[in-house]
């Protein structure tokens, strides 16, 4: 779902100004926040991922609408008069409120306002980036639930202490009485303690999930947290490859036996069933990819998203009348699955949007924007190398013959076809992208020219032998004309090399095409 662009920046006719609010609309678009933009009558004037993600609103059904239709129609009239009131008034703001999700659920959010300024420094409206903090609020509910406890049981001990003085005859029951208090005490005391200290953990353990820009940094989170939370035992996380069908080991911790480097989901009863699969000592309910030497053991599946994404396989003391480990040790491992399964879920979702970002949805290959970017780095090391770096243009000879005679689509299988054709005959360093309609560009690292040469006359005699069978119809061979240019004899900046490059091109299509030439200023080798 694509994000609506804001009006953030406001000026007549100025490109540059455009530029920039676009590039400001993809940083809000990728901020990890839900971010809303809205005018000075709380009209929604912008609406990015995370906000579709926080309130269940799409961002076509967010924008031009009230904040009264939407999250906030729960406020009272005067409520809603002063969020009217704050937001005219241009005040940046910090608070916590509960607000509404489309399917009626409320939540409580952070919010941070500030004022949003045209270029002129008049106030046109509201930035509000929101949070969920529901969870936290409920921990912090619990926290003082607990504290309410703990007062309510030192009171008890009080009234014990003051009634020892007037029952001096029951002193040795009353001392025993408050011995037992006294445990009791104790022990609620430490288990607050590790309550607190495991709760310190996991919160730290997702802010840093949250901050990680690769899956690496996450597994080296989890490992390092899992081993303070269960230093007695040893565990292991498996992801879930992209195919689905077996799940990878990311990471472990302890000096138990070393668990398999891959599992199948069938291996476990945990994955089966879709719930924790606890085995005591003993059990006879083992999963397949259990250490023989594990005496008891729990495998939890790590869920994001509304998918099961991996598993988490520790070694703990199971109890055998209830099958169910301690209720600290379970409450640790479901807190850990519950905050590790959400961190990965984003990562991964992240990693498939910056994907999407720099490729070509049709073709697979780099986009445009990704090449610039590209050549201006491969320029960069060539230069300090003093290593060549050869760019080819490519173009489909007669391309709009296979859209007027089979169709667009077939127009769209043909320009696939080709462009797998050159991803298989290139290095795993070269740089293969969509320059716009059927012409497509190749960055070849370390390549002379007549390495460049010899590259591209291969790929065109492998695209002349590519078999093109579209719906039943079988389309004629296609042909490819290149054009090439070589740093730094053609020029040092990527503009200069793709213009010569495009030019040569150019010529090779102007000569009867289906040939390679090479820009016309090229220093001989």
Known sequence: MGDVRPHVVRSAGSGEAEAHAYELTQVLAQIGEAVIVKDLDAVVTFWNREAVSLYGFSAQEAIGRPLRELHAADLSEADYARVLARVRAGKPTSSAADRRRRNGETIRVALNTAPLLDIHGQLVGEITIARDVTALRRTEEALRAAHAKLQARLAAIRDANDKLTDEIAARQKADAAMR?????????????????RDGEMLSRMAELLQSCTQRDEAYAIVRETGARLFPDSSGSLFIYRESRDVLEQATSWGNGPAADAT???????????????????????????AHADTASYVCLPVQGQGQVLGLLYVAVDVDPSSMRPARDTEQRLRALTDRVGPALANLKLRDALRELALRDGLTGLYNRRYLEDALSRELHRAERGHSPVSVVM??????KSFNDK?????????????????????????????????ELALVLPDASLDIAVERANHMRLVIQETNLTHLGQTMPAPTASFGIAVYPANGTKP?????????????????GRDRVCVAAETLPT
């Open 394 to 399: 490519i173009d489909i000879d007669h391309f």
């Open 180 to 196: 037992r208090n006294n445990q009791e005490l104790a022990g609620t005391v430490r288990q607050l303690e590790a309550f607190h």
């Open 495 to 511: 503009a200069d090399l793709l213009k010569a490059a495009d030019q040569a091109l150019y010529r090779a299509k102007k000569e």
């Open 263 to 289: 599992l199948g989901p069938e291996e476990c009863w945990a994955l089966r069933l879709g719930s924790p699969h606890f085995v005591a000592a003993h059990g006879t309910i083992r999963c397949r990819h």
């Open 406 to 438: 089979f169709g667009h689509d077939a127009g769209d299988f043909v320009l696939s076809a080709i462009a797998r054709t050159i991803s298989k005959s290139i290095r795993p360093s070269d740089i293969a992208c969509r320059y716009g309609g059927e």
